[in-house]
């Protein structure tokens, strides 16, 4: 048995990087000690129903002033951004403090300069990326990586993971490490309807944040309703307190349309009850990095459609049927399913949870010489 450290900038965006967090310690339990490191007012039992993970047991670990510090940075969100490189410094130098515990470091939450042997997954680089377009840190972000990012040298000898070839390629350009790609966990989602049997709806799921360009969805569904479909929309997922003010527009913009329903905070079983309803799944974030609701449409035997570009298209497999470049791309793609009666193809336990927590155990083990 070994003592692991996961390291995790915050859990309160609950999200894709959330469900692999706890995946991880997940899997890193059953044969290890294992600590979590945050900066997070969401403590991990209350997403494990989200995720559907068991981390019973699981310590977990915050810096001095973690609530305070957390809810300011929750009320800058919506001007400053979710300053995610800022929370890894935190944490990075919180959890430097406690090394000399652990015998291995695994960072769920992108990259690291990390002082002991260590296996990090990225969704995104946080460091160093000036040069590209960062995502977070903005013109901050040299500051943030002199203080905890990784350089050439110390990332070389570290397993590093991604989610997406997309975001290998991102990561090779910066660091010129190959990364590994390991998928997100998404189980298959059993017991839908037959295709005959399924609403003519659409679903989208995701925290309800800009960047998913939620009410782009809806101006979907209206465009759709002009052209003489009768489709309705369920708009899914987590409304952060760093989103309030968007969350509050697409609550109004909800409210003056009797075809589109808002659930929030939904239990797990509620949404796959939805999920296993449908049709259809929408997403609409830009060169997303994954895709965790794509590949969670798939899952349940939808057909998913998404942006084309980012790690979306690892899980659509570069179908141009389900990808598009523009919102009237997204309604001719979705017009065209609902006309042909189009049926889903993928196969739907390609990023099953055993799969990536049996991978996440092995590269742990490794880089621990077992």
């Not at 699981?58 to 510090?69: D, G, K």
């Not at 239990?267 to 799944?281: F, M, S, V």
């Not at 998913?304 to 049927?321: V, Y």
């Amino acid at each position: 048995m070994a003592r692991v450290a996961v390291v995790h900038n915050t859990l309160d965006f609950q999200g894709g990087a959330d469900a692999v967090c706890l995946a991880t310690c997940e899997a890193l339990l059953t044969d290890h000690e294992v600590e979590l490191f945050t900066l997070s007012e969401t403590d991990p039992s209350d997403l494990a129903d989200r995720f559907d993970a068991d981390v019973s047991g699981l310590a977990v670990r915050t810096p001095p002033a973690n609530s305070p510090i957390a809810r300011a940075l929750a009320r800058l969100a919506p001007v400053a951004g979710p300053q995610l490189a800022f929370r890894s410094v935190l944490v990075g130098r919180y959890f430097g403090r406690h090394a000399d515990r652990f015998d291995i470091a695994v960072s769920t939450a992108n990259e690291m300069r990390l002082a002991i042997p260590s296996v990090q997954y990225i969704h995104y680089p946080q460091f160093h990326h000036r040069a590209l377009e960062a995502t977070d840190g903005g013109r901050l972000n040299p500051l943030w990586s002199r203080l905890a990012g990784p350089d050439r040298e110390t990332t070389g000898g570290a397993t590093l993971l991604v989610n997406s070839a997309w975001t290998g390629d991102v990561v090779e350009r910066i660091y010129g490490v190959r990364p590994t790609v390991l998928h997100p966990p998404v189980d298959p989602i059993d017991g839908g309807l037959d295709w005959d049997q399924r609403e003519q709806g659409i679903v989208v799921v995701g925290r309800i944040a800009p960047d998913k360009r939620v009410l782009d969805a809806m101006t979907v569904v209206d465009r759709l309703r002009d052209r003489g479909h009768t489709v309705h929309l369920h708009v899914v997922g987590s409304a952060p307190q760093s989103y309030r003010p968007y969350v509050d527009r697409v609550v109004s913009e909800a409210d003056r349309r009797a075809y589109v329903t808002l659930e929030r905070d939904v239990t797990r079983d509620r949404l796959e009850t939805l999920l296993r309803t449908h049709r259809y799944g929408l997403n609409l974030k830009r060169d997303e990095h994954f895709g965790m609701s794509v590949a969670e449409y798939v899952a349940a035997g939808m057909i998913a459609f998404a942006p084309d570009g980012g790690g979306q298209r690892d899980i659509l497999k570069e179908r141009t049927d389900r990808l598009f470049d523009s919102l009237s791309g997204a309604v001719d793609c979705l017009e065209t399913s609902l006309e042909t009666d189009d049926r889903p193809t993928l196969p739907r336990d390609r990023f099953s949870r055993r799969r990536f927590k049996s991978a996440i155990e092995r590269h742990v083990n490794q880089a621990l010489g077992r």
